[in-house]
């Protein structure tokens, strides 16, 4: 089983629709991370949660820490929202970091 | 403002090659950490450092080896570049908790994408 899931793995929604992606853990981490990483490869960190919530423009995170769950929202999705989710964490009890597999996002217009 | 740097973006090798991907960081972290990104199978460790000079496999090191010398450069090696190592590399690095930080933020580069022809 792995340590991060993700959940959907693939979304496809119409332009203007609210994303939820989601991410559950089941071990010990110090702070989660979302990445978003475009068709080219390229992967830019969004947000390090470690309690309640982050928003930045049109993207808010939350955490539950007591539950090992977080989820990213999207609010008004964009095509150019399209891109890979990636959730990670540095493990508490060796700083390794694990990664969810990620959720492919498409809007389409 | 970029934090965490790999050289490359896109590289291309010949097989038998032998490949340097190097990583280097500016806010003085412990911890360096090298991925290869496969579809269908995530983000897997191949080897990190928690310091200069050491190392430490992960999941995936065949075929792989590194180099810390200084404490913000770590480079992946590909002692004999094979087709098989065609992938997206991910370097990343961390405080070490104890080190004036109660949560560790990583950071991520951008990813080198390798193909090997």
């Known amino acids: 089983k792995n340590e991060v899931e993700q959940s959907p793995q693939n979304l496809t929604a119409q332009e203007g629709e609210f994303i939820t992606i989601n991410c559950s853990y089941s071990?010990?981490?110090?702070?989660l991370h979302w990445l978003q990483q475009h068709p080219g490869g390229g992967i830019v960190s969004l947000f390090m949660?470690?309690?309640g919530k982050k928003k930045h423009g049109r993207l808010i995170a939350t955490i539950n820490i007591q539950e090992k769950h977080s989820s990213l929202h999207i609010t008004a999705s964009h095509p150019r929202d399209s891109a890979v989710y990636i959730c990670a964490g540095p493990l508490n009890r060796d700083d390794k970091i694990i990664f969810g597999k990620g959720t492919r996002l498409h809007i389409l217009p | 403002d970029v934090k965490v740097t790999q050289s490359s973006r896109y590289l291309v090798k010949r097989t038998g090659e032998k490949v340097f991907l190097e990583c280097v960081q500016d806010m003085d972290h412990e911890n360096m950490f090298w991925y290869r990104q496969d579809p269908g199978l995530g983000l897997r460790l191949i080897y990190f450092?928690?310091?200069?000079?050491?190392?430490e496999k992960g999941d995936i090191p065949e075929g792989y080896s590194v180099s810390r010398e200084k404490k913000e450069r770590f480079s992946l090696i590909l002692e004999s570049a094979s087709t098989n190592q065609t992938s997206m590399y991910l370097c990343?690095?961390?405080?070490?908790?104890?080190?004036?930080?109660?949560?560790?933020?990583?950071?991520f580069g951008q990813g080198t994408r390798l193909t090997v022809v």
């Open positions: 990343a690095s961390s405080l070490c908790p104890g080190q004036g930080s109660m949560n560790t933020e990583a950071f």
């Open positions: 949660l470690s309690s």
């Open positions: 450092s928690y310091d200069v000079k050491m190392k």
């Open positions: 071990v010990g981490i110090s702070a």
